[in-house]
Protein backbone atom coordinates (compact mmCIF):
# COMPACT_ATOMS: atom_id res chain seq x y z
CA UNK A 1 0.00 0.00 0.00
CA UNK A 2 1.52 3.32 -0.88
CA UNK A 3 1.55 6.09 2.13
CA UNK A 4 1.75 9.80 0.52
CA UNK A 5 3.22 12.64 2.59
CA UNK A 6 2.53 16.06 1.47
CA UNK A 7 4.72 19.13 2.45
CA UNK A 8 5.24 22.71 1.45
CA UNK A 9 2.31 24.88 2.86
CA UNK A 10 2.39 28.13 4.04
CA UNK A 11 1.18 31.38 4.66
CA UNK A 12 1.72 33.78 2.17
CA UNK A 13 0.37 36.79 0.64
CA UNK A 14 -1.18 37.29 -2.21
CA UNK A 15 0.64 37.14 -6.03
CA UNK A 16 3.80 35.03 -3.85
CA UNK A 17 4.45 31.59 -4.63
CA UNK A 18 4.70 28.20 -2.74
CA UNK A 19 5.97 24.67 -3.94
CA UNK A 20 4.08 21.62 -2.66
CA UNK A 21 5.77 18.40 -2.61
CA UNK A 22 3.89 14.87 -2.66
CA UNK A 23 6.92 12.02 -1.82
CA UNK A 24 5.25 8.32 -1.95
CA UNK A 25 6.18 5.18 -0.40
CA UNK A 26 6.13 2.51 -2.39
CA UNK A 27 5.74 1.56 -5.99
CA UNK A 28 4.15 4.08 -8.82
CA UNK A 29 3.46 2.35 -12.15
CA UNK A 30 3.28 4.19 -15.29
CA UNK A 31 -0.28 3.98 -15.43
CA UNK A 32 -1.02 5.31 -12.32
CA UNK A 33 -2.15 9.21 -11.88
CA UNK A 34 -1.03 11.56 -9.49
CA UNK A 35 -2.71 14.26 -8.19
CA UNK A 36 -3.38 17.26 -6.42
CA UNK A 37 -6.94 18.69 -4.94
CA UNK A 38 -7.81 21.03 -2.44
CA UNK A 39 -10.71 21.75 0.49
CA UNK A 40 -12.44 23.84 2.50
CA UNK A 41 -14.26 23.17 5.76
CA UNK A 42 -17.46 22.58 4.50
CA UNK A 43 -16.71 21.67 1.00
CA UNK A 44 -16.08 18.96 -1.33
CA UNK A 45 -12.25 18.00 -2.26
CA UNK A 46 -11.48 19.82 -5.30
CA UNK A 47 -9.58 18.68 -8.29
CA UNK A 48 -6.50 20.77 -8.97
CA UNK A 49 -4.02 18.82 -10.64
CA UNK A 50 -3.06 15.90 -12.38
CA UNK A 51 -0.19 14.01 -13.58
CA UNK A 52 0.31 10.59 -15.26
CA UNK A 53 3.57 9.30 -13.73
CA UNK A 54 4.63 7.17 -17.00
CA UNK A 55 4.46 9.90 -20.20
CA UNK A 56 4.04 13.26 -17.83
CA UNK A 57 0.63 14.34 -19.43
CA UNK A 58 -0.57 17.15 -17.07
CA UNK A 59 -3.99 18.12 -16.64
CA UNK A 60 -5.13 21.48 -14.74
CA UNK A 61 -8.49 22.56 -13.48
CA UNK A 62 -9.44 26.16 -15.27
CA UNK A 63 -9.26 27.82 -11.47
CA UNK A 64 -5.58 27.22 -11.74
CA UNK A 65 -4.63 26.65 -15.23
CA UNK A 66 -1.55 29.32 -15.95
CA UNK A 67 -0.93 29.80 -12.81
CA UNK A 68 0.35 25.94 -11.33
CA UNK A 69 2.25 23.31 -12.40
CA UNK A 70 2.35 19.84 -11.22
CA UNK A 71 5.80 18.37 -12.15
CA UNK A 72 7.32 15.00 -10.93
CA UNK A 73 10.58 13.44 -9.77
CA UNK A 74 10.62 9.46 -10.19
CA UNK A 75 14.09 9.43 -8.66
CA UNK A 76 12.45 10.73 -5.76
CA UNK A 77 9.05 9.47 -5.80
CA UNK A 78 7.42 12.68 -5.41
CA UNK A 79 5.22 14.61 -7.12
CA UNK A 80 5.35 18.68 -6.92
CA UNK A 81 3.01 21.68 -7.02
CA UNK A 82 4.01 25.01 -8.10
CA UNK A 83 1.81 27.78 -7.35
CA UNK A 84 2.43 31.08 -8.75
CA UNK A 85 0.66 34.12 -8.31
CA UNK A 86 -1.30 33.14 -5.19
CA UNK A 87 -4.85 34.53 -4.85
CA UNK A 88 -6.63 34.02 -1.04
CA UNK A 89 -9.14 31.85 -2.86
CA UNK A 90 -6.15 29.51 -3.04
CA UNK A 91 -6.94 28.61 0.13
CA UNK A 92 -7.00 25.33 1.72
CA UNK A 93 -5.84 22.48 2.53
CA UNK A 94 -3.66 20.62 -0.35
CA UNK A 95 -4.03 16.79 -0.26
CA UNK A 96 -2.17 14.78 -3.21
CA UNK A 97 -3.61 11.29 -3.86
CA UNK A 98 -3.70 8.45 -6.35
CA UNK A 99 -5.96 7.13 -9.42
CA UNK A 100 -5.23 3.70 -10.18
CA UNK A 101 -7.63 3.68 -13.07
CA UNK A 102 -8.53 6.34 -15.81
CA UNK A 103 -7.94 10.36 -15.41
CA UNK A 104 -10.98 11.94 -13.23
CA UNK A 105 -11.44 15.30 -11.84
CA UNK A 106 -13.71 13.23 -8.91
CA UNK A 107 -11.82 12.82 -5.76
CA UNK A 108 -13.65 9.31 -4.94
CA UNK A 109 -11.46 8.11 -8.17
CA UNK A 110 -8.48 8.31 -5.65
CA UNK A 111 -6.94 6.75 -2.82
CA UNK A 112 -3.89 6.73 -1.11
CA UNK A 113 -4.51 10.44 0.58
CA UNK A 114 -1.83 11.95 2.69
CA UNK A 115 -2.76 14.40 6.11
CA UNK A 116 -2.44 17.34 3.71
CA UNK A 117 -0.84 20.62 3.95
CA UNK A 118 -2.38 23.94 4.81
CA UNK A 119 -1.76 26.69 1.98
CA UNK A 120 -3.01 30.30 3.51
CA UNK A 121 -2.97 33.26 1.36
CA UNK A 122 -3.50 36.72 2.79
CA UNK A 123 -5.07 39.92 1.06
Known amino acids: QVQLVESGGGLVQTGNSLRLSCVAS????????MGWFRQVPGKEREFVAA????????YYSDSVKGRFTISKDGTKNSVFLDMNSLKPEDTAVYYC????????????????WGQGTQVTVSS
Open 51 to 58: IRWGVRNT
Open 26 to 33: GRIYSSHI
Open 97 to 112: GINRGSLSHHYRDYNS
